[in-house]
């Protein structure tokens, strides 16, 4: 999982530079909340490495079986849902 690595390796990096503007009791505050976002992070790389993914795809293949109306409701809400945060504004 080359991608969770990269994405982890870039959390860091990015919190390391925020962490570079702060001083004084702002950094020490900032050291705290980036320590949890660290770990919080890990936790979630940890999870992600160690489900096992077909058995997601059964379960998510047997609710489609079993709720196809609902299946479809669900996947158009989502799309229309991507469409509005994706879309190109003509005044951009």
């Known amino acids: 999982m080359a991608e ?17 503007g702060f ?4 950094k ?3 050291d705290e909340v980036a320590e949890g976002v660290k770990a919080r992070a890990g936790a979630l790389r940890d999870k992600i490495r160690d489900t096992e993914w077909d058995e997601v795809t059964d379960k998510v293949t ?11 409701a669900i ?7 991507l469409g509005l945060l994706l879309r190109r504004r003509g005044d951009d």
């Not at 001083?23 to 702002?26: C, D, S, Y």
């Not at 047997?62 to 479809?72: E, H, L, M, R, W």
């Not at 996947?75 to 849902?81: I, W």
């Open 23 to 26: 001083g004084g009791r702002a």
């Open 4 to 20: 969770t690595s990269d994405a982890a390796r870039m959390v860091d990096e990015k919190i390391d530079a925020a962490r570079e």
């Open 28 to 30: 020490e505050k900032f």
């Open 62 to 72: 047997d609710y489609v079986k079993q709720n196809p109306g609902k299946s479809v």
């Open 75 to 81: 996947a158009l809400g989502v799309g229309f849902a």
